[in-house]
């Protein structure tokens, strides 16, 4: 059941489809377990979504296997933000979890924002 859901889930995914480049999307970053697109609704000059080749559905939904591929997700972002000189000034990684969280796309995702002073608490 569990398999069959995630099955159904990726067939109709909006970011399965941008990895399997079905959607077209600018992509900043691939490797054999993530990429990096940009948000096509950027909130600041860089914003940039990095997220796993594997389709899971949210922060809440990593079995204890998909660790080692959060962890790598945030090398890449950690590299990818000096490579923008975003080290110099500052940056902000945001994951959306569930309804209160915010999440609207059901596929695990990370946003990197920078470019612009973020206040903080976020509303
Ligand atoms: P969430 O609210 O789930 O944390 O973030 C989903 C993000 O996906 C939003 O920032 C939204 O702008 C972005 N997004 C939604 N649809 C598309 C799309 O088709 N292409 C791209 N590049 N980004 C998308
Ligand atoms: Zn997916």
Same mark, same amino acid.
């Given at each position: 059941?569990?398999?069959? *859901? ?14 399997? @480049? @079905? ?17 096509? %609704?950027?909130?600041?000059?860089? #914003? ?30 950690? *590299? ?9 000034? +500052?940056?902000?990684?945001? %994951? %959306?979890? +569930?309804?209160? +969280?915010?999440?609207?796309?059901? #596929?695990? #995702?990370? #946003?990197?924002?920078? +470019? ?8």
């Amino acid at each position: 059941m569990v398999l069959l *859901r995630s099955v159904f889930s990726m067939d109709s995914c909006l970011f399965c489809k941008i990895i399997e @480049k @079905k959607i077209p999307s600018s992509i900043v970053f691939e490797d054999e377990l993530c990429i990096g697109f940009k948000d096509i %609704n950027p909130i600041a000059p860089t #914003h940039v979504l990095f997220i796993p080749k594997k389709h899971i559905e949210s922060l809440n939904d990593i079995i204890s296997s998909d660790e080692s591929i959060v962890g790598h997700i945030l090398g890449v972002v950690s *590299r990818y933000a000096k490579e923008q000189n975003l080290d110099k000034t +500052g940056y902000r990684v945001v %994951n %959306n979890m +569930g309804k209160d +969280g915010g999440q609207t796309v059901f #596929h695990l #995702h990370f #946003h990197l924002v920078g +470019g612009k002073s973020f206040g903080w608490p976020p509303g």
